[in-house]
């Protein structure tokens, strides 16, 4: 029988967890295995992979999400499957990283915050021509259209170059916003999209309430200009090594 | 303390539709059965030209810029660029391919393209 894995922990215990029937993946109730120290939360589970659904996505998470609220998990990333035999083996190859990951995640949650923009006002901000360009002779001596498409392109990255710079200005801003009040930060920025920026920072559990009113005056500040989708607290599905990589398992 | 995710947005529904678009460019595995297999293929190969094509435009504006080259090679490096997107363009349609599927989630680094 396989086993559907949702995560890590070096302090929950079986007592400290009230798994309801039904709360796993297709209904199984979720059980502790040990690993010599670390106990990864599992399900039983027929089958080889499994499907991408909501109620699967909110299975892991609501696990997850029980298992935070005693303590902070790793998260595996969604869909592992592993047999006992399996699990315990990737443990004892990767201990030192996993406690180390365990210890840099304790007391720990993950908040996500979420930016979007109007992605065609600022392309029109960012508009180029080649006046606004450094002149280059090549382009003033040349007028085929082999010329016109490389001018063209230097205009385009020039115009690209602009737009990073702006989504750059926002992190940096959000970064000044949160101050300490985040442990570490994890960003994905994309400028050519409405969606522009997506942040996760590592939040102490002491310290949600600064964060979220440090967030709460960066959101008022730039309310007209950007909108923002805030949330959490998340098990550190960013910030966890084996939540961005599927482990491999004997 | 709850831990239950609190979710703050004035914006719900555009950002659920930006969010679905993320999602539907995750990684994929190429999907190796018979009738997928040559356009998982097809993504990949186009994808890394896509890459290259890419680079080499922004190598020949730098070069432009920097003065190193005469009229008659811009002109000649511009048209073999444009005639190498235009390919592109033939061989993302004969796949059946979007601009935005051509990349590769690289994880923790960020997106290829």
Redesign the interface.
């Known amino acids: 029988m396989n086993l559907y894995a949702y995560g890590l922990s070096d302090e929950i215990t079986a007592a400290a967890l009230a798994f309801e029937e039904g709360a796993g993946i297709e209904g199984a109730k979720p059980f502790l295995i040990e690993c010599g120290g670390i106990r990864a939360i599992v399900s039983e589970f027929g089958g080889e992979r499994v499907e991408v659904t909501r109620a699967n996505l909110r299975a892991h998470n609501r696990v997850n ?1 029980l298992v ?2 005693e303590t902070t998990p790793l998260p595996f990333r969604f869909g592992t499957v592993a047999t006992a035999a399996g699990l315990v083996q990737y443990v004892e190859a990767n201990r030192e990283m996993l406690l180390a990951t365990l210890e840099r995640m304790r007391g720990c ?1 993950e908040m996500s915050v ?1 930016i ?1 923009w109007d992605v065609e006002a600022m392309r029109r901000a960012s508009e180029i021509t080649d006046e606004t360009l ?1 002149p ?4 003033e ?2 007028v ?7 001018a063209a ?2 205009r385009e ?1 020039a115009a690209s170059e602009a737009l990073k710079s702006k989504a750059e200005e926002i992190v940096a801003w959000l970064a000044r916003g949160v101050g300490d009040a985040a442990c570490e930060t994890r960003t ?1 920025v994309e400028p050519e ?3 522009v920026v997506r942040v996760a920072h590592l939040v102490e ?1 002491v310290r949600l309430d600064v964060y979220r009113e440090r967030l709460q005056a960066a959101r008022e500040e730039r309310a007209g200009e950007l ?8 098990p550190p599905y960013s910030f966890s090594n084996i939540a ?2 599927k482990p491999k398992f004997a | ?12 529904d ?2 659920i539709e ?2 679905r ?2 999602t539907n460019v995750l990684p994929e595995r190429i999907n190796v059965d018979a009738q997928t297999v040559e356009q998982g293929l097809a993504k990949l190969v186009l994808t890394l030209i896509e890459l290259i094509r890419r680079l080499l ?2 190598q ?2 730098r070069r ?2 920097g ?1 190193g ?14 005639k190498l997107e235009a390919k592109m363009q033939d061989l993302k349609a004969q796949f059946g391919l979007a601009d935005e599927e051509l990349n590769i989630d690289l ?2 680094i ?1 997106r290829l393209i």
């Open positions: 999400g935070l609220a949650v979420k979007m450094p280059t002779a090549a382009v001596g040349a085929g259209p082999g010329a016109a498409y490389l392109k230097r990255m994905e999209r409405e969606l559990r909108r923002f989708l805030t949330s959490g607290a998340w961005s990589q | 303390m709850t831990f239950e995710p609190e979710i703050e947005t004035a914006q719900a555009e950002f930006q969010l678009h993320v435009e922004k020949a504006v432009m810029e003065g080259l005469t009229p008659e090679q811009v002109e000649q490096l511009g048209l073999a660029l444009m994880g923790p960020g």
